[in-house]
């Protein structure tokens, strides 16, 4: 019998061939005559194997790399089928040098390639330099998987205007990771403000590359840009010259337009003119009002519209009040806005954060109080597509009083639930006992924010009551992890550290028991400064914007931090 690596030889002898030539007389005796042949077999078979082993490894040969010889093919049925059941994964990470885990057993660093079985498998990499990621795979065929994991020491850079004497307005994420800049000028005024010139721009953190946004109208500059999610198009308020001197009201915005870089502006909204009396798109007879705000619905097919009171009866309103239209923005299909709401209220610029679905759009308000010594800020939430019906509004939370001269950050601090089913989580403050006056009695005020769970879109409902989530404070800014991003962290919110310069951290937190998580993510300290901050993520893009007041100042000025969070292709 030759093997691979030796020879077995074996002998007959002169007793086993007589007993070989003799004739059994019975079924008995035949078959005791097999059995000997049948253990020597055995125990030859099982020699070689061992035998064979045994001389590879003295060879220097490697144990976790078997190749059994064709000739040992019957013992290995049941192992070729599972080989047919198995298919090559391919695992890359940034940062590499990941630790893989799968299901439960380690499998060596990325990049890596194994085969695995077909079906489901848990995946963990795990880095020094990174957040644990945990993923539910489906194995059907070859497959590769590259992960950017999140770091624990995340990039940020400060967003600087494109030329000296202008500043950023208004930063928001694009669909591809791009952002788009609203670009404030100097160059003249409108209106009696400063900066009330805007241009679009367009800012490629990938790239490094910023660009403004052209179309065919030369020197594109007015009040207000919005630039559509696909960043394709650009939409823009136009002044209204004739009304400079109607009721003492400056220039007013009264027009909408739509533009883009391949075809002429398209005008897709307009109020009546000052002198045009009543019609279907002012509120009543004598009323002055102004474009406001403007922003693009998530799917870019229509534009969400504020209109402001300007003026009324003949003077300045005694108090604000704001109407909300869902504009069609396609220049092939226009057709009249639909009036959503109308708030005592003058709606935040801004300050939009939509719901997967396109429909539910929570933003800010802000109304003065009767004394003028300040004003206060309120969380609301609307669904465009309740065509302008009551049940399609929610007063949420009120968020904090704030002087005149401190405007709230343009973000509302919510986020919507990415399984559509109506959650919001919000930051707003949580009540804080204190001892204030004579009698020594325990008074409620506002204490630090925290987090807070409700459902707008439930039945029957005329103001929402939340739910505290846990008992965790200081948090704001939060995003609702759909879950490839954190295993187990659910909700996400920035909070600043108790720790040196108190710099701002990332936590997570259980949405369902309000748990807290360390994910031990720190912002460079120089982020957000020391103030009071707010955020816009895009959990897609590994991105978070950090919103500040420029130098912990009232100025109006604001700076816009990019913060990478996941880490790019290169990255060691």
Not at 10 to 38: F, K, S
Not at 149 to 170: C, E, F, H, Q, V
Not at 418 to 437: D, E, F, H, I
Not at 499 to 522: E, F, H, T
């Amino acid at each position: 019998m030759n093997l691979r690596f030796f020879t077995i030889e074996v002998e007959r002898n002169a007793d086993i061939e007589r007993c070989r030539n003799a004739r059994p007389h019975t079924a008995e005796a035949r078959q005791q005559g097999r059995l000997p042949w049948i253990g020597l077999g055995l125990l030859v078979a099982s020699s070689a194997i061992a035998a064979g082993w045994g001389g590879w490894l003295v060879a220097g040969g490697d144990p976790t790399r078997v190749e059994l010889a064709s000739w040992v093919a019957f013992l290995t049925s049941s192992g070729s089928a599972e080989a047919d059941d198995q298919a090559r994964l391919e695992v890359i990470s940034q940062p590499g040098g990941a630790t893989v885990t799968i299901d439960g057993q380690r499998r060596g660093s990325t990049p890596l390639e194994l085969q695995v079985a077909h079906g489901s498998h848990t995946l963990v990499l795990m880095h020094p330099d990174a957040i644990d990621e945990q993923r539910q795979i489906w194995v059907a065929d070859d497959m590769t998987i590259n992960v950017s994991m999140w770091l624990r020491r995340p990039t940020a850079m400060l967003l600087k205007p494109a030329y000296p004497g202008a500043s950023i307005a208004d930063v928001a994420f694009l669909e591809d990771g791009r952002l788009g800049l609203s670009m404030a000028s100097a160059i003249g005024s409108a209106g009696g403000g400063e900066h009330s010139f805007r241009e679009p721009w367009i800012f490629d953190p990938t790239r490094g590359s910023l660009a403004e946004f052209t179309t065919l109208r030369p020197s594109l500059r007015t009040a207000k840009v919005a630039i559509s999610p696909d960043g394709l198009h650009v939409a823009y308020p136009q002044l209204d010259e004739s009304t400079s001197h109607v009721a003492g009201v400056s220039a007013r915005l009264k027009e909408v337009w739509v533009a883009d870089a391949s075809a002429s502006p398209v005008r897709v909204f307009a109020l009546p003119s000052a002198n045009a009396g009543s019609t279907s798109d002012s509120a009543s007879s004598g009323d002055i009002e102004a474009v406001h705000d403007l922003t693009w619905t998530p799917d870019g097919n229509h534009l969400l519209i504020t209109v402001r009171l300007a003026a009324i009866g003949g003077g300045y309103p005694s108090a604000p009040r704001s109407r909300l239209l869902l504009v069609d923005a396609s220049p092939e299909q226009l057709t009249p806005p639909v009036e959503l709401m109308t708030l005592p209220a003058e709606v935040v610029a801004s300050s939009y954060t939509w719901a997967p679905d396109g429909n539910w759009v929570a933003f800010l308000t802000q109304a003065s109080s009767r004394s003028g010594g300040s004003s206060f800020v309120a969380l609301c939430a609307l669904d465009t597509s309740a065509g302008g019906a009551m049940s399609g509004f929610r007063y949420l939370a009120d968020l904090e009083a704030t002087s005149n001269l401190a405007s709230p950050l343009p973000v509302a601090p919510a986020a919507w639930s990415p399984m559509g089913n109506g959650r919001v989580v919000y930051a707003a403050a949580t009540p804080k006992l204190s001892v204030s006056n004579p009698l020594g009695l325990p008074t409620t005020s506002g204490g630090e924010p925290g987090l807070f769970v409700a459902t707008p879109v439930g039945q029957g409902l005329t103001a929402e009551e939340g739910q505290r989530l846990g008992s965790g404070t200081g948090l704001t800014a939060p995003a609702w992890a759909s879950g490839s991003e954190l295993d187990g962290a659910g909700v996400l919110a920035l909070t600043r550290s108790d720790r040196g310069s108190k710099p701002l951290i990332i936590r997570g937190v259980d949405a369902v028991n309000g748990m807290p998580q360390n994910l031990d993510v720190v912002l460079p300290a120089a982020v957000g400064g020391s103030g009071v901050v707010a955020g816009r993520w895009d959990l897609a893009h590994g991105r978070l914007l950090v919103l500040a007041r420029h130098d912990n100042s009232n100025s109006g000025l604001l700076d816009y931090w990019l913060v990478e969070l996941q880490a790019r292709a290169g990255a060691n």
